[in-house]
T-cell receptor, first 114, second 116 residues
């Protein structure tokens, strides 16, 4: 079945540091890929998405490129802020999945210190 | 407007109580979802509604009873819950569901449920 693997956290960074969160997936067909962010005490927010190979999703300074050859969708940000402290979830949605079902990775907690 | 609202924000209930969670969206979406999220875990899908009909039940115990009165509203009725049911309950919506197409899901802020 489909699966998503994320690097385990927590990831602790200083402000203005470069952030990378690795995400790899296993899926049949042509899944769409997503990054969701969950700030403390809140629900999930869609951060960015990519629907086909070589697509780059970007939002709020974050970027991720859909790499079919390496089955990866790594999240990057060039200069993090304290406000980026959150849990980040990589997810896929396979076009063949019943009910538009999302498959989530385990989540990566990021803590940015001033 | 990509907002999904959920009420209440917090809920504490005893094991013999009956309570309901409410979710609302005004984006014209025709698919709505309930998820359960335990601490430090990703959300787990519970139910999917499509065009107000139950499409998927992920083998959820009957003490959780979903209801979709109209295309904008989704309820989750709770009865005789157990302490291990304490979690964050998230609602989501998407434009639709389809076998050959994927639709992004928009999540609400969740209801933090504590069962005592």
């Amino acid at each position: 079945g489909d699966s998503v693997t994320q690097m385990e956290g927590p990831v602790t960074l200083s402000e203005e540091a470069f952030l990378t969160i690795n995400c790899t997936y296993t899926a049949t067909g042509y899944p769409s890929l997503f990054w969701y962010v969950q700030y403390p005490g809140e629900g999930l927010q869609l951060l960015l998405k990519a629907t086909k190979a070589d697509d780059k999703g970007s939002n709020k300074g974050f970027e991720a490129t859909y790499r079919k050859e390496t089955t990866s969708f790594h999240l990057e940000k060039g200069s993090v802020q304290v406000s980026d402290s959150a849990v980040y979830f990589c997810a896929l949605n396979n076009e063949g999945a019943a009910g538009n079902k999302l498959t989530f990775g385990g989540g990566t907690r990021v803590l940015v210190k001033p | 407007d990509t907002e999904v609202t959920q009420t209440p924000k917090h809920l504490v209930m005893g094991m013999t109580n009956k309570k309901s969670l409410k979710c609302e969206q005004h984006m014209g979406h025709r698919a709505m979802y309930w998820y359960k999220q335990k601490a430090k875990k990703p959300p787990e899908l519970m139910f999917v509604y499509s065009y107000e009909k139950l499409s998927i039940n992920e083998s959820v115990p009957s003490r959780f009873s979903p209801e979709c009165p109209n295309s904008s509203l989704l309820n989750l009725h709770l009865h005789a819950l157990q302490p291990e049911d304490s979690a964050l309950y998230l609602c989501a919506s998407s434009q639709s569901i389809g076998l050959a197409v994927t639709y992004e899901q928009y999540f609400g802020p969740g209801t933090r449920l504590t069962v005592t």
